[in-house]
């Protein structure tokens, strides 16, 4: 059992402010705030050339871009309470091949939380979120960024530990058997989504696992909306918004519109050319300050903006919402009240 070192910045606000450059009351409001992070792709890193998530790591060859944007040591300085810690999937492997990956690498990382009990907790819920940050532990949601980890056979998502995962990305940066990604790289046009990912989809519903619409094609995107369970929130837990900045990656104001109108969240995410300089939390003006949320994709092979480039600098965000003139109310729905709302609306309180 290991307990991580830390500087704890809830004993000098103004000195973290005065670190930041920005107001003392910025940091007052965020760590005041449920912090939540819909998509953190750290653990990939461990995966691919052992990086240690317990060791405080710099900011790597690139000085804060591709990796090593988070870590436990900074994620807990930080202040994040919470974030959905994603196991990403190798389309190269066959169906088989990823399912078998998909049962080694969630009982790795499961071992990984393990290590730090004391200080992060793996959560399915509000209730647990919620035992979690009275703990004062940050709370560990699980997802899973490709559905093809689990396309080998109908019942395959049932190698799912009990309700462990929150959400499941249908399609990554490849099509697969679910469904035409987002990609320009992709071969073909935009089918869409097929048959066997719309039954995907009514599987993911049973299980009431969210539906997470990022990279999906344009078609597959209403294909999917058209099928999901109308009682269920979708999300988009990644991405920009094609109105502040025209890119492949980002939602147009119609499919803003279709995840707001089941009452879900898209989680703006931090990789500068999607943003192309404008101010995060950007979705709000288009669909109202109830559906925008902060998903990162930290260690994600993003370039972050030069200001913050890792999540230490966090922070800054709440600065430039006030800087706006935007609410506390509205802030903190952003930072994480609007995703917390989802989950309850998903699986209960």
Same mark, same amino acid.
């Given at each position: 059992?290991?307990?991580?070192?830390?500087?704890?910045?809830?004993?000098?606000?103004?000195?973290?402010?005065?670190?930041?450059?920005?107001?003392?009351?910025?940091?007052?409001?965020?760590?005041?705030?449920?912090?939540?992070?819909?998509?953190?792709?750290?653990?990939?890193?461990?995966?691919?050339?052992?990086?240690? %998530?317990?060791?405080?790591?710099?900011?790597? %060859?690139?000085?804060?871009?591709?990796?090593?944007?988070?870590?436990?040591?900074?994620?807990?300085?930080?202040?994040?309470?919470?974030? /959905?810690?994603?196991?990403?999937?190798?389309?190269?492997?066959?169906?088989?091949?990823?399912?078998?990956?998909?049962?080694?690498?969630?009982?790795?990382?499961?071992?990984?939380?393990?290590?730090?009990?004391?200080?992060?907790?793996?959560?399915?819920? /509000?209730?647990?979120?919620?035992?979690?940050?009275?703990?004062?532990?940050?709370?560990?949601? $699980?997802? /899973?960024?490709?559905?093809?980890?689990?396309?080998?056979?109908?019942?395959?998502?049932?190698?799912?530990?009990?309700?462990? $995962?929150?959400?499941?990305? %249908? $399609?990554?940066?490849?099509?697969?058997?679910?469904? $035409?990604?987002?990609?320009?790289?992709?071969?073909?046009?935009?089918?869409?989504?097929?048959?066997?990912?719309?039954?995907? /989809?009514?599987?993911?519903?049973?299980?009431?696992?969210?539906?997470?619409?990022?990279?999906?094609?344009?078609?597959?995107?209403? +294909?999917?909306?058209?099928?999901?369970?109308?009682?269920?929130?979708?999300?988009?837990?990644?991405t920009g918004v094609d109105a502040v900045h025209q890119h492949w990656r980002n939602l147009t104001d119609p499919q803003l519109k279709a995840i707001a109108d089941t009452g879900g969240t898209i989680g703006v995410m931090y990789q500068s050319s999607f943003l192309d300089g404008s101010t995060f939390g950007c979705p709000a003006s288009a669909i109202g300050e109830d559906h925008a949320s902060l998903g990162s994709d930290?260690?994600?092979?993003?370039?972050?903006?030069?200001?913050?480039?890792?999540?230490?600098?966090?922070?800054?965000?709440?600065?430039?919402?006030?800087?706006?003139?935007?609410?506390?109310?509205?802030?903190?729905?952003?930072?994480?009240?609007?995703?917390?709302?989802?989950?309850? +609306?998903l699986r209960g309180s």
């Open positions: 059992m290991t307990r991580l070192a830390f500087t704890d910045h809830r004993r000098d606000p103004a000195g973290w402010a005065k670190q930041l450059d920005i107001s003392q009351g910025a940091i007052e409001l965020y760590l005041e705030s449920d912090v939540l992070d819909l998509h953190v792709d750290s653990f990939i890193w461990d995966r691919v050339f052992g990086y240690d %998530l317990t060791k405080r790591h710099g900011l790597g %060859l690139f000085k804060g871009a591709f990796y090593s944007q988070v870590d436990f040591p900074r994620m807990l300085e930080a202040q994040l309470t919470g974030a /959905i810690w994603v196991i990403t999937t190798n389309p190269t492997r066959s169906a088989k091949s990823r399912e078998r990956a998909f049962v080694k690498n969630i009982q790795r990382l499961q071992a990984w939380f393990a290590k730090v009990p004391e200080q992060f907790q793996l959560v399915k819920n /509000i209730s647990e979120y919620r035992a979690a940050r009275a703990a004062g532990k940050h709370a560990a949601f $699980v997802g /899973i960024q490709g559905g093809n980890a689990l396309d080998y056979k109908p019942d395959s998502l049932d190698l799912i530990p009990k309700d462990l $995962v929150l959400r499941i990305t %249908l $399609v990554h940066l490849s099509s697969s058997t679910l469904g $035409v990604t987002s990609s320009p790289m992709k071969a073909g046009g935009d089918t869409g989504l097929t048959h066997a990912g719309a039954e995907y /989809i009514r599987r993911l519903n049973a299980k009431r696992i969210f539906v997470d619409l990022a990279h999906i094609s344009r078609k597959g995107f209403f +294909d999917a909306v058209e099928v999901h369970d109308k009682s269920q929130p979708l999300i988009v837990t990644h930290w260690d994600g092979a993003i370039t972050p903006p030069k200001d913050m480039k890792s999540c230490l600098e966090l922070p800054k965000l709440v600065q430039l919402m006030l800087d706006r003139g935007w609410s506390d109310t509205r802030i903190k729905k952003i930072l994480g009240g609007n995703f917390l709302r989802t989950v309850a +609306d």
